[in-house]
């Protein structure tokens, strides 16, 4: 029961964490894509380590990923492809269920 309440709170940061980054701006394009790569790549770094680690089912893990990825046209799509493929590489992670 203990993991499953501290699975819950993680959880419930990393959504946090997701939600607070709309204020966030970038003053020149190479900024933006190096903000949004560092948001990727760190998101789906801490969901695939909350999985491989038991914190966070299989399911919630690929519901999350899959929602995260969903195409955003304000989000430069080279940012968001560059980090998985960053991630994917890694071999750290070969269980987690990446989009």
């Not at 969903?70 to 070969?94: G, R």
Request: hydrophobic letters at 45%; glycine letters at 4%.
């Amino acid at each position: 029961m203990v993991v499953n309440i501290f699975a819950r709170a993680v959880e419930a940061m990393v959504s946090a964490a997701v939600l607070l980054q709309c204020d966030a701006t970038a003053e020149e394009a190479w900024d933006k894509q190096s903000y949004w790569y560092g948001f990727y790549a760190g998101s789906t770094i801490a969901v695939c380590q909350l999985f491989e680690s038991g914190l966070l089912s299989k399911s919630d893990a690929k519901d999350y990923l899959v929602g995260l990825y969903e195409v955003d046209d304000d989000i430069p799509k080279i940012s968001s492809a560059s980090a998985l493929n960053y991630v994917k590489s890694d071999k750290t992670f070969k269980r987690c269920p990446l989009p």
